[in-house]
Protein backbone atom coordinates (compact mmCIF):
# COMPACT_ATOMS: atom_id res chain seq x y z
CA UNK A 1 0.00 0.00 0.00
CA UNK A 2 1.24 3.62 -1.05
CA UNK A 3 1.62 6.15 1.41
CA UNK A 4 -0.03 9.12 1.56
CA UNK A 5 1.39 12.31 -0.43
CA UNK A 6 0.50 15.42 -0.63
CA UNK A 7 -0.81 17.02 -4.15
CA UNK A 8 1.61 18.09 -5.88
CA UNK A 9 1.42 21.90 -6.77
CA UNK A 10 3.91 22.85 -8.81
CA UNK A 11 2.98 25.38 -11.06
CA UNK A 12 2.11 27.82 -7.44
CA UNK A 13 3.39 28.72 -4.23
CA UNK A 14 0.60 27.56 -1.87
CA UNK A 15 1.36 29.11 0.67
CA UNK A 16 2.83 32.15 0.00
CA UNK A 17 -0.24 33.03 -1.92
CA UNK A 18 0.24 34.71 -5.48
CA UNK A 19 0.45 38.67 -5.72
CA UNK A 20 -2.93 38.74 -7.19
CA UNK A 21 -4.61 36.96 -4.29
CA UNK A 22 -6.76 39.79 -3.08
CA UNK A 23 -8.76 40.39 0.03
CA UNK A 24 -11.78 38.75 -1.60
CA UNK A 25 -10.35 35.57 -2.49
CA UNK A 26 -9.54 35.45 1.45
CA UNK A 27 -12.90 36.48 2.28
CA UNK A 28 -14.85 33.81 0.03
CA UNK A 29 -12.88 30.57 1.07
CA UNK A 30 -13.55 32.18 5.33
CA UNK A 31 -16.92 32.23 4.62
CA UNK A 32 -17.46 29.14 2.94
CA UNK A 33 -15.02 27.69 5.99
CA UNK A 34 -17.25 29.02 7.85
CA UNK A 35 -21.07 27.85 6.80
CA UNK A 36 -19.81 24.59 6.78
CA UNK A 37 -17.85 24.17 9.99
CA UNK A 38 -21.19 25.58 12.14
CA UNK A 39 -23.68 23.71 10.26
CA UNK A 40 -22.66 20.02 10.32
CA UNK A 41 -22.40 20.07 14.20
CA UNK A 42 -24.96 22.44 15.06
CA UNK A 43 -27.18 19.91 16.97
CA UNK A 44 -24.29 19.19 19.28
CA UNK A 45 -23.57 22.80 19.84
CA UNK A 46 -27.04 23.28 20.93
CA UNK A 47 -26.53 20.60 23.22
CA UNK A 48 -23.61 21.99 24.64
CA UNK A 49 -25.69 24.86 25.55
CA UNK A 50 -28.64 23.13 27.29
CA UNK A 51 -25.78 21.38 29.50
CA UNK A 52 -23.90 24.81 30.54
CA UNK A 53 -26.93 26.94 31.34
CA UNK A 54 -26.78 27.48 34.99
CA UNK A 55 -30.26 26.96 36.67
CA UNK A 56 -32.47 25.24 33.93
CA UNK A 57 -35.67 25.00 34.00
CA UNK A 58 -37.59 21.36 35.35
CA UNK A 59 -37.60 20.15 31.86
CA UNK A 60 -34.44 20.99 30.46
CA UNK A 61 -32.47 19.01 33.37
CA UNK A 62 -29.84 16.47 31.87
CA UNK A 63 -27.24 14.06 33.26
CA UNK A 64 -25.45 14.04 30.45
CA UNK A 65 -24.74 14.40 26.28
CA UNK A 66 -26.83 11.09 25.67
CA UNK A 67 -29.73 12.07 28.03
CA UNK A 68 -30.04 15.48 26.55
CA UNK A 69 -29.83 14.21 23.22
CA UNK A 70 -32.64 11.47 23.65
CA UNK A 71 -35.11 14.09 26.13
CA UNK A 72 -34.91 16.21 23.28
CA UNK A 73 -35.18 14.22 20.59
CA UNK A 74 -38.38 12.41 22.61
CA UNK A 75 -39.87 15.42 24.34
CA UNK A 76 -39.24 18.28 21.60
CA UNK A 77 -38.49 17.04 18.10
CA UNK A 78 -35.59 16.23 16.27
CA UNK A 79 -35.74 19.47 14.57
CA UNK A 80 -35.38 20.90 17.82
CA UNK A 81 -31.78 20.42 17.59
CA UNK A 82 -31.53 22.42 14.92
CA UNK A 83 -33.32 25.94 16.28
CA UNK A 84 -31.81 28.98 15.80
CA UNK A 85 -29.22 27.81 13.20
CA UNK A 86 -29.99 30.69 10.17
CA UNK A 87 -28.76 33.25 13.31
CA UNK A 88 -25.20 30.68 12.19
CA UNK A 89 -25.61 30.54 8.83
CA UNK A 90 -26.37 34.65 8.18
CA UNK A 91 -23.63 35.44 11.12
CA UNK A 92 -20.99 32.87 10.03
CA UNK A 93 -20.57 33.82 6.26
CA UNK A 94 -19.29 37.51 6.79
CA UNK A 95 -18.06 36.55 10.46
CA UNK A 96 -15.45 34.36 8.85
CA UNK A 97 -14.61 36.25 5.74
CA UNK A 98 -13.48 38.65 8.43
CA UNK A 99 -11.27 35.66 10.02
CA UNK A 100 -9.45 34.52 7.80
CA UNK A 101 -8.76 37.58 6.07
CA UNK A 102 -7.57 39.23 8.82
CA UNK A 103 -5.56 35.98 9.80
CA UNK A 104 -3.73 35.83 6.19
CA UNK A 105 -2.81 39.39 5.64
CA UNK A 106 -1.14 39.40 9.54
CA UNK A 107 0.34 36.36 9.12
CA UNK A 108 2.03 37.56 5.61
CA UNK A 109 2.70 40.99 7.23
CA UNK A 110 4.66 38.79 10.48
CA UNK A 111 6.76 36.49 7.93
CA UNK A 112 4.07 33.59 8.63
CA UNK A 113 4.48 32.14 5.70
CA UNK A 114 8.34 31.11 4.85
CA UNK A 115 8.49 27.57 4.92
CA UNK A 116 11.94 27.47 6.02
CA UNK A 117 10.42 27.51 9.78
CA UNK A 118 7.55 27.38 12.37
CA UNK A 119 6.33 30.66 13.41
CA UNK A 120 4.37 30.15 16.67
CA UNK A 121 4.42 33.65 17.27
CA UNK A 122 3.19 34.31 13.94
CA UNK A 123 0.69 31.76 14.27
CA UNK A 124 -1.18 33.19 17.16
CA UNK A 125 -0.99 36.57 16.91
CA UNK A 126 -2.83 35.79 13.74
CA UNK A 127 -5.30 33.86 15.14
CA UNK A 128 -5.65 36.90 17.61
CA UNK A 129 -6.16 39.86 15.72
CA UNK A 130 -8.31 37.36 13.41
CA UNK A 131 -10.86 36.54 16.52
CA UNK A 132 -11.03 40.42 17.90
CA UNK A 133 -12.27 41.85 14.30
CA UNK A 134 -14.78 38.62 13.35
CA UNK A 135 -16.03 37.93 16.65
CA UNK A 136 -17.02 42.15 16.63
CA UNK A 137 -19.66 40.99 13.87
CA UNK A 138 -20.60 37.18 15.33
CA UNK A 139 -21.26 38.49 18.75
CA UNK A 140 -24.99 39.41 18.61
CA UNK A 141 -25.66 36.10 16.49
CA UNK A 142 -24.16 34.45 18.78
CA UNK A 143 -26.43 36.01 21.63
CA UNK A 144 -29.57 35.55 19.19
CA UNK A 145 -28.27 31.55 18.64
CA UNK A 146 -28.38 30.42 22.25
CA UNK A 147 -31.32 32.72 23.05
CA UNK A 148 -32.85 30.22 20.54
CA UNK A 149 -31.31 27.01 21.79
CA UNK A 150 -32.54 27.18 25.33
CA UNK A 151 -35.33 25.08 26.42
CA UNK A 152 -38.35 27.10 26.52
CA UNK A 153 -37.72 29.62 24.09
CA UNK A 154 -41.07 31.02 21.75
CA UNK A 155 -38.43 32.74 19.39
CA UNK A 156 -39.58 31.00 15.78
CA UNK A 157 -37.29 33.44 13.55
CA UNK A 158 -34.02 35.58 14.43
CA UNK A 159 -35.61 38.86 13.07
CA UNK A 160 -38.23 38.39 16.18
CA UNK A 161 -35.17 37.35 18.76
CA UNK A 162 -33.40 40.69 18.26
CA UNK A 163 -36.46 42.79 18.17
CA UNK A 164 -37.43 40.99 21.26
CA UNK A 165 -33.97 40.92 22.97
CA UNK A 166 -33.81 44.75 21.48
CA UNK A 167 -37.00 45.77 23.59
CA UNK A 168 -36.60 44.05 26.58
CA UNK A 169 -32.60 44.58 27.16
CA UNK A 170 -31.28 47.06 25.19
CA UNK A 171 -28.35 47.04 22.61
CA UNK A 172 -25.82 46.08 25.15
CA UNK A 173 -27.50 42.66 25.61
CA UNK A 174 -25.97 41.72 22.36
CA UNK A 175 -22.72 42.53 23.50
CA UNK A 176 -22.31 42.35 27.24
CA UNK A 177 -21.11 38.87 26.64
CA UNK A 178 -18.08 39.90 23.89
CA UNK A 179 -15.39 40.66 26.73
CA UNK A 180 -15.76 37.62 27.94
CA UNK A 181 -16.09 36.17 24.74
CA UNK A 182 -12.23 37.57 23.72
CA UNK A 183 -11.07 36.38 26.74
CA UNK A 184 -12.29 33.28 25.69
CA UNK A 185 -11.76 33.39 21.81
CA UNK A 186 -8.34 35.10 21.54
CA UNK A 187 -6.68 31.94 23.95
CA UNK A 188 -8.66 29.71 21.89
CA UNK A 189 -7.71 31.13 18.60
CA UNK A 190 -4.13 31.30 19.64
CA UNK A 191 -3.87 28.17 20.82
CA UNK A 192 -5.76 26.56 17.86
CA UNK A 193 -3.56 28.21 15.46
CA UNK A 194 -0.36 27.50 16.81
CA UNK A 195 -1.35 23.51 17.60
CA UNK A 196 -2.46 23.65 13.61
CA UNK A 197 0.78 25.13 12.34
CA UNK A 198 2.90 22.51 14.66
CA UNK A 199 0.39 19.25 13.56
CA UNK A 200 0.48 21.06 9.80
CA UNK A 201 4.77 21.56 9.93
CA UNK A 202 5.41 17.89 11.39
CA UNK A 203 2.60 16.11 9.19
CA UNK A 204 3.38 18.32 5.80
CA UNK A 205 7.11 19.60 6.14
CA UNK A 206 6.76 20.96 2.43
CA UNK A 207 3.46 22.16 3.23
CA UNK A 208 1.52 21.65 -0.31
CA UNK A 209 -1.48 21.27 -0.74
CA UNK A 210 -2.49 18.26 1.57
CA UNK A 211 -6.75 17.87 2.88
CA UNK A 212 -5.65 15.25 5.04
CA UNK A 213 -3.03 17.13 7.03
CA UNK A 214 -5.41 20.04 6.99
CA UNK A 215 -8.65 17.70 8.53
CA UNK A 216 -6.40 16.16 11.29
CA UNK A 217 -4.57 19.28 12.37
CA UNK A 218 -7.67 21.39 12.31
CA UNK A 219 -9.18 18.46 14.09
CA UNK A 220 -6.41 18.10 16.68
CA UNK A 221 -5.66 21.92 17.48
CA UNK A 222 -9.62 22.31 18.10
CA UNK A 223 -10.32 19.90 20.47
CA UNK A 224 -6.91 21.34 22.48
CA UNK A 225 -7.86 25.02 22.56
CA UNK A 226 -11.32 23.63 23.14
CA UNK A 227 -11.15 21.61 26.40
CA UNK A 228 -8.30 24.27 27.40
CA UNK A 229 -10.96 27.35 27.33
CA UNK A 230 -14.49 25.73 28.36
CA UNK A 231 -14.47 27.42 31.55
CA UNK A 232 -14.76 30.91 29.69
CA UNK A 233 -16.77 29.47 27.44
CA UNK A 234 -19.34 28.49 30.27
CA UNK A 235 -19.19 31.94 31.46
CA UNK A 236 -20.22 33.39 28.09
CA UNK A 237 -23.23 31.13 27.65
CA UNK A 238 -24.41 32.71 31.35
CA UNK A 239 -23.94 36.23 30.32
CA UNK A 240 -25.58 35.61 26.84
CA UNK A 241 -28.29 33.78 28.48
CA UNK A 242 -29.44 35.91 31.47
CA UNK A 243 -31.93 37.94 29.89
CA UNK A 244 -34.27 34.32 29.99
CA UNK A 245 -33.17 33.26 34.02
CA UNK A 246 -35.39 33.16 36.66
CA UNK A 247 -32.38 33.93 39.65
CA UNK A 248 -32.46 37.55 39.93
CA UNK A 249 -28.56 36.87 40.29
CA UNK A 250 -28.07 36.04 37.11
CA UNK A 251 -30.38 38.51 35.40
CA UNK A 252 -27.85 40.84 37.45
CA UNK A 253 -24.73 39.77 35.90
CA UNK A 254 -23.13 42.30 34.58
CA UNK A 255 -19.60 41.19 33.72
CA UNK A 256 -16.75 37.81 33.70
CA UNK A 257 -16.30 38.06 37.33
CA UNK A 258 -19.76 38.09 38.11
CA UNK A 259 -20.72 35.19 36.04
CA UNK A 260 -17.77 33.54 37.53
CA UNK A 261 -18.69 33.95 40.73
CA UNK A 262 -22.17 32.92 40.75
CA UNK A 263 -20.95 29.46 38.81
CA UNK A 264 -19.03 28.92 41.81
CA UNK A 265 -20.84 29.60 44.19
CA UNK A 266 -23.64 26.74 42.74
CA UNK A 267 -21.34 24.10 40.90
CA UNK A 268 -17.87 25.18 42.76
CA UNK A 269 -15.16 24.20 40.17
CA UNK A 270 -16.92 21.27 38.80
CA UNK A 271 -19.22 24.01 37.00
CA UNK A 272 -16.67 25.63 34.93
CA UNK A 273 -16.28 22.31 33.06
CA UNK A 274 -20.35 22.25 32.34
CA UNK A 275 -20.60 20.95 28.50
CA UNK A 276 -16.52 20.24 28.22
CA UNK A 277 -17.87 16.49 26.23
CA UNK A 278 -19.74 17.96 23.82
CA UNK A 279 -18.03 21.54 23.46
CA UNK A 280 -14.74 19.08 22.56
CA UNK A 281 -16.86 16.85 20.08
CA UNK A 282 -18.28 19.32 18.42
CA UNK A 283 -15.01 21.89 18.08
CA UNK A 284 -12.85 18.52 16.50
CA UNK A 285 -14.94 17.91 13.25
CA UNK A 286 -16.05 21.50 13.48
CA UNK A 287 -12.39 22.72 12.85
CA UNK A 288 -11.49 19.97 10.65
CA UNK A 289 -14.12 20.77 8.54
CA UNK A 290 -13.04 24.59 8.73
CA UNK A 291 -9.75 24.54 8.24
CA UNK A 292 -10.39 21.90 5.02
CA UNK A 293 -13.20 23.92 3.82
CA UNK A 294 -10.48 26.84 4.05
CA UNK A 295 -7.35 25.43 2.64
CA UNK A 296 -9.39 23.99 -0.42
CA UNK A 297 -10.88 27.26 -1.49
CA UNK A 298 -7.71 28.93 -0.64
CA UNK A 299 -5.96 26.01 -2.94
CA UNK A 300 -8.48 26.36 -5.71
CA UNK A 301 -8.28 30.46 -5.71
CA UNK A 302 -4.23 30.19 -5.76
CA UNK A 303 -4.58 27.94 -8.63
CA UNK A 304 -7.57 29.28 -10.71
CA UNK A 305 -6.29 33.44 -9.36
CA UNK A 306 -5.46 34.08 -12.93
CA UNK A 307 -8.97 33.32 -14.44
CA UNK A 308 -10.57 35.01 -11.35
CA UNK A 309 -9.23 38.93 -11.46
CA UNK A 310 -12.71 40.44 -10.87
CA UNK A 311 -12.36 39.58 -7.12
Not at 78 to 103: K, N
Not at 163 to 171: A, D, I, P
Not at 180 to 197: D, G, H, I, R, S
Request: proline share 5%; net charge positive.
Amino acid sequence: MEAHNPLEVDEYDYEGLPPNFTLGYNMLAGAFAGIAEHTVMYPVDLLKTRLQVINPSPGAIYSGLTNAFTTITRIEGAQSLWRGMTSVIVGAGPAHAVYFATYEAVKQAMGGNDRSTHHPLAAATSGACATIASDALMNPFDVIKQRMQIHGSTHRTIAQCARRVYRNEGLKAFYVSYPTTLCMTVPYTALQFMAYEFVSKVMNPSRAYDPLTHCVAGGLAGGFAAGLTTPLDVIKTLLQTRGTATDAKIRSAKGLWVAASIIKQQYGYGGFFRGWRPRIITAMPSTAICWTSYEMAKAYFSRHSENLSIL
